[in-house]
């Protein structure tokens, strides 16, 4: 079955091995084939992979693009022992990613890091709080409480190690 794509007007996708960019107007057309597809949105590129899962996800993005995707399993897997150092509680992403790197469906991995660099994006948010709510106790001369109990100062401890990976 065909693939219906339809480009907004500067609007790039990769095809395969091509880069094509849309000129000055809407353009709609049908691609059959099984040749790899990445919308604009969907393409990360080495200077925005700029934290650990962005740089899991440029991995993923690569083995789907290659013609050997093997020849990514190296720097993926490193990126995800550093991860996984960093922040344990990513396991349930980064099985979901293998698991579909594993049985060939490597677009699929694609969407499974995306939800990683969502899940680190939390991470962040929650050490980010931690911190201001450390600053403004400091500041009061009074603990800081954020969230409730150890399962979120677990989060915070975890969203602070990713942000120094990153």
Same mark, same amino acid.
């Given at each position: 079955? &065909?693939?219906?794509?339809?480009?907004?007007? +500067?609007?790039?996708?990769?095809?395969?091995?091509?880069?094509?960019?849309?000129?000055? *107007?809407?353009?709609?057309?049908?691609?059959?084939?099984?040749?790899?597809?990445?919308?604009?949105?969907?393409?990360?590129?080495?200077?925005?992979?700029?934290?650990?899962?962005?740089?899991?996800?440029?991995?993923?993005?690569?083995?789907?693009?290659? $013609?050997?995707?093997?020849?990514?399993?190296?720097?993926?897997?490193?990126?995800?022992?550093?991860?996984? *150092?960093?922040?344990?509680?990513?396991? &349930?992403?980064?099985?979901?990613? $293998?698991?579909?790197?594993?049985?060939?469906?490597?677009?699929?991995?694609?969407?499974?890091?995306?939800?990683?660099?969502?899940?680190?994006?939390?991470?962040?948010?929650?050490?980010?709080?931690?911190?201001?709510?450390?600053?403004? +106790?400091?500041?009061?001369?009074?603990?800081? *409480?954020? +969230?409730?109990?150890?399962?979120? *100062?677990?989060?915070?401890?975890?969203?602070?190690?990713?942000?120094?990976?990153?």
């Amino acid at each position: 079955m &065909p693939l219906k794509v339809e480009l907004k007007p +500067g609007e790039r996708i990769i095809i395969g091995d091509c880069v094509i960019t849309n000129e000055d *107007q809407r353009t709609r057309f049908l691609v059959e084939g099984t040749a790899p597809i990445l919308r604009e949105k969907a393409i990360m590129t080495p200077e925005r992979a700029d934290s650990p899962a962005k740089r899991i996800y440029l991995a993923v993005q690569m083995m789907y693009l290659s $013609n050997d995707p093997r020849a990514y399993h190296e720097i993926y897997f490193s990126l995800v022992r550093e991860i996984m *150092q960093a922040a344990p509680s990513t396991w &349930p992403y980064i099985e979901g990613i $293998n698991n579909e790197i594993l049985t060939g469906n490597i677009y699929k991995a694609l969407k499974e890091a995306d939800k990683l660099i969502r899940y680190e994006g939390e991470l962040l948010a929650h050490a980010k709080c931690g911190a201001d709510l450390r600053k403004r +106790g400091k500041a009061n001369s009074k603990p800081a *409480q954020s +969230g409730s109990g150890p399962a979120a *100062q677990g989060r915070v401890a975890a969203a602070e190690r990713v942000r120094r990976l990153g």
